[in-house]
């Protein structure tokens, strides 16, 4: 037995050691809640499955169905176009031929789900040491919950695909079997499953274990050898017509094939050209991944050896659809960076990626478009062959530079129940993960707001409720400026521009500012928008309102969009883009109002201050003078973001914190950091003064 099997047997033997049971009650109720997750999410994914019409799951498993539902192995595996994996693939659903296509629906998905909680199982096992006690309680249930909500697994349920059972035998043969056939044995039968697997015979080979590697090539041509014999016209197709599986399925140059050879096909490329440049770009992916497989490998992280080495697979593929993609989520393993402010921007990128659709990640912009569209080829190649994870014998590999944290400071009113559990961070937040962070939530909130709709009679009965309360306070002006505004064409086409442009533009470049300019301001900000967001979102579900323009009868003029007939029954052709009733509060107001608020909290002159209240200003003009919003609208927004500002107060405390030498308040409390100074730890914050004193 090689050292590294040693280890790696030593980290799986002691895994149940340390996954005790813990006395901590608030961690074994986080257990108990993440179990229920998952079972949850089982009993969801079977339904999803299971509700859908017979011709649209399990349709990778279907090609095996005939006219009577009934499994058979007549005609040509390839026949129909949507079967995709090995003839030995094929064989291995023989018996399956008496069984009902209903009965194998429910066996065949909850089968999957049970390889998905074993691996998991094996997963979490795998962990290289040390493991705190708190992660060996929670990993499992945690595991398993990124398993099933990621887009290889829930691909392969509605699939009806075999891509999760390799995953497992490689596991299996690293981790929970002895000695040196049967590993070989696991992996050469994975590697007949998905060809790119016997990469793991490789990592094997180098890693010392020459058995092994040896019994996984044998066992893999035993196998696809077995499926010529039965199958020879299917493996002709299979191996020599298509190459390993290239061009069956999907086109290969479509978004679900996500290797090398599918994003040049993508980016344009064709011919003998770019299959030179796929197998130059293959090989040095084989040997630079491999390299750092094997170096992981010998350090102790055999779980992170075999990620990479998936990576690598899923990578120098002719053809890698998403179902076969899991290899990548195993790279969460690995651990990145030194300060623990960095530590989970790999973690939070890998299942970010793992879990939500591209056009969820990055926006639909032209120059972008190549990375959105590869992204879990970009995050495959990252693991493989760029990512610096740390070494165990790294000092930081358990203990990570701490993140600076303020003292905190006591409420400016003593009655405020200011909650102890969030603690100011000091540094700014990491970029990339910002970015993608700020992004995906947007998108949430873009489809919640879509997805809040009502009927049009419930939208114009609150318009008119609306409408009837400004008239009881006399303060129904949106018609006068409406119709004042549409006489002067110069202040109509500023209104237009003004309502179109500055709503994104203002409040990104107002972060932007804060995070390079005030890092622990910028996260205070930051969950200040984020929780009047919230909040409007809660208006839009609950209060449906038709703005102005969309009222019937009362001759208000939609300068933006032009003139809308209200009488087609066509009405509504905009609720595609965004949700035309989505009014009540106004986040044009309300973002505005934010913008203004902070600037006129941080500037440091007094014109900027100004200014900066020009903008709310400018723009509750513009909401109602393009009759996109009634003035109370407005109101609304403002509220929410009152409240926005409340939350964050009785979460984090006061926004100013005492300053370094107890001089007074000063901003954040700290010097300025520069561009590189985000993890410098600063001067020693004296502690809070006796409640009910001025921060």
Not at 37 to 63: F, H, K, M
Not at 524 to 530: I, V
Not at 579 to 604: D, E, K, R, T
Not at 625 to 641: E, I, K, Q, R
């Given at each position: 037995?090689?050292?590294?099997e ?17 006395e901590d009650?608030?961690?074994?109720a986080a ?7 998952v ?15 017979p011709?649209?799951?399990l349709?990778d ?19 129909p176009g ?19 296509e ?7 998905t909850?089968g999957?789900l049970?390889l ?8 979490v ?10 992660t060996a ?5 945690v ?7 990621s887009?290889?697994?829930r ?20 981790f ?8 070989g ?11 790119a697997?016997?990469?793991f015979?490789?990592l094997?080979?180098?890693?010392g ?16 050898a ?15 017509h298509h190459l390993a ?8 140059d479509?978004l ?11 980016l ?5 050209f770019?299959?030179v ?7 040095a992916?084989v ?7 094997v170096?992981y490998?010998?350090?102790?992280q ?6 990479i080495?998936?990576c690598?697979?899923?990578?120098v593929?002719?053809t ?13 393993v690995?651990?990145v ?16 990626v793992l ?6 990640l ?25 990512v ?14 701490p ?5 905190p400071?006591p409420?400016?009113?003593a009655?405020v ?18 970015l ?10 873009a ?6 709709t ?11 409720q ?5 008239q009881?306070l ?6 006068w400026v ?11 086409g ?7 442009t ?6 990104l470049a107002?972060?932007?500012?804060l995070?390079?300019?005030?890092p622990s ?6 969950s200040?928008?984020?929780f ?10 609950l209060?449906?309102l ?7 009868g ?6 933006v ?5 209200l009488?087609?029954p ?19 107001f ?13 500037a440091?002159?007094t014109?900027?201050?100004?200014l900066g ?5 400018f723009?509750?003009?513009a ?23 409340g ?13 370094a ?13 520069g ?8 001067a ?12």
């Amino acid at each position: 037995m090689t050292d590294v099997e040693r280890s790696v047997r030593g980290n799986t033997a002691d895994g149940g050691a340390r996954a005790i049971r813990t006395e901590d009650p608030r961690v074994a109720a986080a257990r108990a809640v993440l179990w229920l997750l998952v079972g949850v999410l089982a009993i969801r994914q079977v339904a999803v499955v299971l509700r859908r019409p017979p011709g649209e799951r399990l349709t990778d498993l279907e090609t095996w169905t005939g006219a009577t539902g009934v499994l058979h192995l007549t005609g040509s595996l390839y026949e129909p176009g949507r079967f995709t994996g090995s003839p030995f693939a094929g064989l291995v659903l023989k018996p399956l031929t008496v069984s009902a296509e209903q009965a194998l629906g429910v066996v065949w998905t909850f089968g999957s789900l049970l390889l998905v909680v074993l691996l998991g199982f094996v997963a979490v096992r795998a962990l290289p040491a040390p493991v705190s006690r708190r992660t060996a309680f929670l990993a499992a249930p945690v595991a398993i919950t990124l398993l099933m909500v990621s887009l290889p697994v829930r691909n392969t349920l509605q699939l009806g695909q075999t891509s999760i059972l390799p995953v497992l035998l490689v596991l299996l043969a690293c981790f929970a079997v002895r000695g040196e056939r049967l590993p070989g044995v696991l992996t050469g039968v994975a590697a007949a499953l998905q060809p790119a697997v016997l990469l793991f015979a490789a990592l094997f080979w180098l890693t010392g274990r020459r058995r092994a590697a040896v019994s996984g090539g044998a066992t893999f041509a035993v196998c696809t050898a077995l499926a010529w014999a039965l199958m020879p016209q299917d493996s002709w197709v299979y191996w020599v017509h298509h190459l390993a599986g290239a061009g069956l399925g999907e086109r290969p140059d479509s978004l679900d094939n996500q290797s090398l050879h599918g994003a040049l096909l993508r980016l344009g490329l064709q011919g003998p050209f770019e299959i030179v440049l796929f197998l130059a770009l293959a090989a040095a992916v084989v040997v630079l991944g491999l390299r750092r497989a094997v170096r992981y490998a010998h350090d102790g992280q055999l779980l992170l050896a075999v990620a990479i080495t998936g990576c690598v697979a899923v990578a120098v593929s002719p053809t890698a659809w998403q179902h076969q993609l899991l290899w990548v989520l195993l790279a969460v393993v690995g651990r990145v960076g030194v300060h623990g402010s960095d530590r989970l921007v790999w973690p939070a990128v890998v299942v970010l990626v793992l879990t939500l659709p591209g056009k969820m990640l990055l926006p639909n912009v032209g120059v972008i478009l190549p990375l959105r569209d590869n992204a879990l080829l970009v995050a495959a190649l990252a693991a493989a062959c760029a990512v610096p994870f740390l070494s165990r014998a790294s000092p930081h590999w358990r203990r990570p530079v701490p993140t600076d944290h303020a003292e905190p400071v006591p409420a400016r009113v003593a009655w405020v129940p200011l909650l102890p559990f969030w603690r100011r961070v000091l540094s700014r937040p990491n970029l990339l993960l910002e970015l993608l962070l700020i992004r995906v939530v947007y998108s949430a909130y873009a489809k919640v707001r879509l997805a809040a709709t009502a009927g049009r009679a419930d939208a114009e009965e609150h318009g008119r409720q609306i409408h009837s309360a400004e008239q009881w306070l006399h303060i129904d002006i949106e018609h006068w400026v409406n119709h004042t505004v549409v006489g002067i064409p110069w202040l109509r086409g500023f209104f237009d521009y003004y309502y179109s442009t500055f709503h994104f533009i203002v409040p990104l470049a107002v972060l932007g500012v804060l995070y390079v300019r005030r890092p622990s301001d910028y996260r205070w900000a930051r969950s200040t928008l984020g929780f009047a967001t919230l909040l409007a979102l809660l208006g839009f579900w609950l209060y449906p309102l038709a703005p102005p323009r969309l009222m019937p009868g009362l001759g208000f003029i939609d300068t933006v969009n032009g003139v809308q007939d209200l009488d087609s029954p066509d009405f509504g052709a905009l609720t595609a883009v965004t949700n035309q009733y989505a009014a009540m509060p106004s986040l044009h107001f309300g973002w505005s109002l934010w913008c203004g608020l902070v600037i006129l909290l941080l500037a440091p002159r007094t014109w900027m201050k100004v200014l900066g209240m020009l903008h709310p200003l400018f723009t509750v003009s513009a909401i109602v003078a393009t009759g996109n919003h009634w003035v109370l609208d407005a109101v609304g927004g403002g509220a929410v973001v009152a409240a926005g500002f409340g939350l964050t107060y009785v979460l984090a405390g006061p926004r100013r914190l005492r300053a370094a030498g107890g001089t007074g308040d000063r901003g954040a409390g700290l010097p300025r950091p520069g561009p590189g100074d985000s993890a410098q730890r600063p001067a020693a914050v004296p502690a809070p003064a006796p409640a009910g004193s001025k921060a």
